[in-house]
């Protein structure tokens, strides 16, 4: 029974641990883990192992009760308001439940304190199901609870207190306790826990969970569970200093999809998502978006651009899907030039700057997820080009808001009543986007000036003189990217002008803003764009992560529709007005590191959310139990079509790229899986034998049992009480033999007793008494086992139990005279 | 034994499952107003616990059959054993963690009644276990075991299923039973001088024939076993067994004087405690008595008791005889006894075949009645006076202080 405690304790200790971890993970509470696994740790060792102390129930009470008037005085101070605020207030509580366990862990256990402890574990659990939404929540239930699940069962084994005796009048009852097995019932119980009533309730909990109708569309996230997403923001700063540490958090998932096919849309190089446009540059290092333009609230997404010259596109036609976690901005992550596709009315567009937006009442504090289609792509790569996509004065505005229909036309080259399209820059739009003080950049605008200058005089072009600027900072103008910006800040000196004066090296915003002024300085309007670039994909998931590390700033130039190089065509946008030219002057491969990132964990987290965390009544019918009736979307139909394409494509050569095709001589993927395959193989055909050699050890056994009289109950209690004592039958005695002989080995007589009535001492059982007893057992095993009786009757079974009792009697002396034998010899 | 199938199962929440129960509802609640999923799950697990421990306290306590068995005889102040058995009947699903409680008390509540309990942690399917409960009872009379129990809390302890059923079974506690001394032989001995036959031998003259020995100096030669002398080459002798058997008639008089106040009683249901203790030990007496003579199935003897309902055992079997007395020993009551009732019961008993068998009488009086005394001198009645404090020189009982008198003292015939 000690052993079964400490095993509890155990228990405890881990599932204590367990729910610290699991809230630890959450915000705000990210100490408290520490002060529980110091508790169950400590209190485990000093107090249910070594039992050196243990905390007295009063002293015990008096902590709880201090630790629940220190918490719950937090708790009241919070106040109640927003979202934080109730998220501060349930950590003033996941504080009190961890204090208050850790003061009942380190009392004496009883059977109420390992439930109190248990109840505590449950409610931290609770707490940390709406403090932390992370997959690391899901991957710590499952030991959790398998855990809960054996402590529960130790728990209805153990029992601390000794045979009971119980005594009202003229009675007294001592009671049994378990049996001297309990070892082995604490072994294999917390098995059938884990094996067998484990996956019952999991089970249970998932369809629970998943027939559970959702009145919502939106899935939950009440509290701030997680930080908000740094690396982007609607402003930007120069003035960090430092060594700027990197981020692999991922912020976007995002899956491209060929619109026709459907299939996964590859890309060959990196993607630009557009989140901010920065046009106002302030000094010391600030810039700062402008919203200028007749919508500035945005409008709906335009729809979809069709070409209507009959023409070879050079354009693919692209589906994207962008899943963000909790930003601190309503931006929505962009990749231009876009357009509405079904369902999705959520999003804003702001027409002059390519960017969308989440209104505010669809924004939610946690995970959004948009949808729209791009012309952007074209066989895996992304265009520089975007076309100015303006509202000139004659549009209408309408004061009821700006969600005019016909702006949704924009892209089309119908004219549209109401709407009138800019083709270029406005004058204050060119002021913004060409202004720069040249007493603050002289170094700067000396060393554009004369990159231009070196340029021959008929190439200089606005998009050639961007080019070779965005050249020079690449690549020949001696710039070097780093994190490290750890130098001296040169009193009044702009950020920018020092960096090129001075340092030489910085991050991408330092290269973006040194490019755009550079652009300024030779009146070509040019803005900075911060958004993410990424072309990490996960080859599990088939989509797409930008991560915080994915951060990035570039550069956009403006550049009129007749300055455009002949050279450069673009597809798949209106034909006519100017053009952004998007400018990326960060030296390479300084966004381009995917953080190792461990795909599966991210396909991990991906399925999580959208199984578990993001199930919605929008969700709901995808779940699951649909995916037997919806054939188009399901996982099963899915798998079923990558199997045919595997298959498809293993007949064309073309699987695993060509690694497993039938046609190569020799693929060393192939080889390996074959070897693998066959190891399989081999291993379960060597394992077939020996399932069936066991299968037939295990028949022989039984029939030897059943040929031994195992099949008859009280014949075998029989045995089990004369092996007690050593008398065993020989394999040649038959049943009736053996029992005859073994009766006169049992003495009974008492040679304390001095009675002189004979050797009647075992309970009223002298040793006729006893020979009788095995004679009777002898003659019903014989007419229960051969004589074709399958159950004795009453009087039978009552003369079965008074010989078995006398028979155990007798042992029982037998034991006693043995045990006395024993303690005179030794004397 | 006896043995019932359970009936009907109910299954109640325990504290633990009770709060269970809350928080499941509380997810429910938080999932619903706030559409957390993972208080979804939370809640999932929770209600799968809660309908997993349903379903197996259900089925667990589902199909058993369960009885009780007691001991043949049970005495007062010792110790028995109740053996509490149970049968799983199903074909596929062990019952695991089972509590099965029996309620003992006497037939007449006077008392409160205690549980008893015996704990079994596996029955496998088909198969029969069985446990016991210790038990001890201080006083003779008529008890009963109520009806069983079984409870199950098994898997989680949320809830516990029960099961009543009902199989009350009776049974008597006999008076508790001392130690007899060798005094007590003598005393057979000294009433037995100069009768023909008080302690006969049963069987041949020699003896039951038991087996073969050498032979030894002073051993007939009769009894000389020739064959086996011719084979082993060396004399062999036949061994015979002798047999001796008491006869004996055993009467106990509960006797209870007629007018209580004249003897300072003053308790209205019968008797001072010091009386109420005589009678006892004259039962006690008079069970440890019967108890050791009919041990052995060769004892003959006749049984009487004199009490609010007199008992006379005679002309059965040993076991009948036994048990009989036994019985009525352990319902016995005192009363006002006469002298006439008391030498009805003698002269019957030592009538015809026993009327040489010699007549013990255990007795709260301290001398015969005056209507009695002829007969106890002529037929030489061992008259045992439970107030004399020489008993103990024949007889231990549990509530006599251990003290061996130099001379064996028994009353005078």
Known sequence: ?827 | MSSKRSGRVRVLLTRNGLHFLSIAVFCVLGSVIRELNLLVILAGLLFGLLVLQWRFCRRTLDRLEVGRTLPREIFANRSFKVVLTVHNSRRLMPAWLLRITDVVGPVQRTSRRVRGQVLLHHVPPGQTRSGSYEAMVDRRGEYRCNGLEVRTDFPFGLATGRVRIESPENFLVYPAIGTLRQGWRRIIEARYAGLSSNRRRAGQTEGDFFGLRPWQNGDSRRWIHWRTTARLGELAVRQFEHQRRDEVILIVDLYEPPTPKSFGWTQPNGGNRTYQRDVERALQIGATIAEMLTRSASTRIAFGLTSSEPTVVASKLVAEIRKESLDALALARSTDVSGDQLLTMMRQLSDGPRRHWPPVVISTRQLPPDECRDFVAKKSVVWIDVTNPDIRSFIQLDDMPERVPSEPAHAAS
Request: charged share 20%; net charge neutral; hydrophobic share 40%.
């Open chain 1, 1 to 827: 029974m000690q052993r079964v405690e400490t095993i509890l304790c155990l228990h405890f200790a881990a599932l204590t641990v367990l729910a610290g971890l699991l809230m630890g993970t959450g915000a705000y509470v990210a100490d408290l883990w520490v002060v529980a696994v110091f508790a169950a740790v400590v209190s485990f060792v000093f107090v249910d192992w070594l039992r050196w102390v243990s905390l007295p129930m009063p002293l015990a009470y008096a902590a709880m009760a201090a630790a629940a008037v220190y918490c719950m005085g937090d708790f009241i101070q919070q106040g109640s308001g927003d979202l934080a605020q109730s998220g501060m207030q349930l950590t003033s509580v996941a504080r009190l439940l961890v204090w208050v366990q850790a003061a009942l862990l380190f009392q004496r256990k009883s059977r109420r304190i390992f439930e109190q402890v248990g109840m505590f574990c449950l409610l931290e659990v609770v707490v940390a199901a709406v403090l932390n939404d992370a997959i690391v929540f899901g991957l710590l239930l499952i030991p959790l609870a398998i855990l809960a699940l054996s402590g529960l069962v130790l728990l209805q084994i153990w029992d601390p207190q000794p045979n009971q005796l119980r005594q009202h009048g003229p009675i007294h009852i001592r009671s049994e306790t378990w049996s001297e097995n309990v070892a082995a019932i604490a072994r294999d119980t917390p098995r059938l826990a884990a094996g067998v009533l484990g996956p019952a309730v999991l089970i249970f909990a998932l369809v629970f969970f998943y027939t559970l109708p959702r009145t919502s569309s939106l899935a939950g996230t009440p509290f701030p569970s997680r930080s908000s997403t740094t690396g982007f923001s609607d402003s930007l700063q120069l003035t960090q200093l430092g060594r700027l540490l990197q981020n692999s958090a991922p912020v976007l998932r995002i899956r491209l999809h060929e619109m026709d096919s459907g299939d996964v849309y590859r890309l060959r190089e990196p993607m630009y998502l557009r989140g901010q446009t920065l046009e106002r540059y302030e000094a010391n290092g600030t810039w700062k978006s402008s919203e200028f333009g007749v919508l500035r609230n945005g409008s709906d997404l335009p729809r979809e651009y069709i070409p209507t010259h009959e023409r070879f596109h050079l354009f693919d036609r692209v589906d994207v899907q962008v899943t963000a976690e909790p930003i601190s901005s309503n931006a929505a992550f962009a990749v231009a030039p876009y357009y509405a596709t079904t369902g999705e009315p959520h999003l804003h567009h702001s027409p002059n700057r390519w960017l969308l937006k989440i209104p505010d009442r669809y924004a939610t504090n946690g995970r959004n997820e948009y949808f729209y289609g791009t012309n952007a792509f074209y066989r895996g790569r992304q265009t520089e080009w975007l076309r100015f996509l303006g509202l000139g004065e004659g549009t209408v505005r309408k004061r009821n808001g700006p969600r005019d229909p016909g702006i949704a036309d924009l892209l089309s080259e119908e004219p549209v009543d109401g709407i009138d399209p800019a083709v270029t820059l406005n004058s204050n739009e060119r002021s913004i986007l060409t202004s720069i003080d040249r007493t603050q950049f002289p170094s700067l605008v000396e060393e554009a000036r004369s990159v231009v200058q070196k340029m021959p005089k008929d190439e200089r072009d606005p998009a050639a003189i961007a080019k070779r600027l965005e050249r020079h900072l690449r690549q020949s103008g001696g710039y070097s990217y780093t994190l490290n910006l750890s130098f001296d800040r040169v009193p009044g000196m702009d950020p920018i002008e020092q960096f090129v004066v001075k340092d030489r090296r910085g991050h991408c915003q330092y290269f973006a803003s040194a490019l755009a002024m550079m652009l300024r300085s030779q009146h070509i309007p040019a803005r900075l764009v911060s958004g993410f670039k990424t072309n990490e994909f996960n080859e599990l998931g088939g989509h797409y992560t930008a991560r915080q590390l994915h951060a990035h700033a570039w550069v956009e130039a403006f550049i009129e529709q007749e300055q455009l190089p002949e050279s450069v065509q673009v597809d798949g946008q209106p034909r006519e007005g100017g053009l952004w030219f998007r400018l990326d002057p960060t030296p390479g491969g300084a966004t381009n590191s995917s953080g190792n990132v461990d795909s599966a964990l991210d396909l991990a987290q991906v399925l999580w959310d959208d199984y578990v965390v993001d199930l919605n009544s929008s969700r709901q019918p995808t779940g699951l139990f649909s995916a037997i009736t919806d054939s188009e979307t399901n996982p099963y139909s899915m798998l079923a079509r990558r199997l045919e394409i595997a298959v498809v494509n293993l007949r064309s050569g073309q699987l695993g790229g060509g690694q497993l095709s039938l046609n190569r001589f020799f693929s060393w993927r192939t080889a390996v899986l074959v070897f693998f395959m066959l190891a399989i193989t081999v291993a379960l055909y060597q394992m077939l034998p020996a399932l069936r050699q066991r299968r037939v050890k295990v028949d022989l056994a039984d029939a030897a049992a059943v040929a031994d009289g195992n099949s008859v109950d009280f014949y075998v209690q029989l045995k089990q009480l004369l092996a007690s004592v050593g008398l065993r039958r020989d394999p040649p005695q038959t049943p009736q033999r053996w029992l005859g002989e073994v009766s006169p080995q049992l003495d009974c007589a008492d040679p304390a007793s001095d009675t002189g009535a004979g050797r009647a001492t075992c309970d009223g059982c002298d040793e006729r008494t006893v020979a009788n007893a095995f004679q009777t057992l002898a003659q019903l095993f014989y007419l229960r086992r051969y004589g074709g009786v399958e159950r004795l009757d009453a009087q039978q079974d009552r003369a079965v139990q008074q010989s078995l009792e006398c028979v155990r009697s007798a042992v029982q002396q037998q034991q006693t005279l043995s045990n006395g034998s024993r303690k005179a010899t030794s004397t």
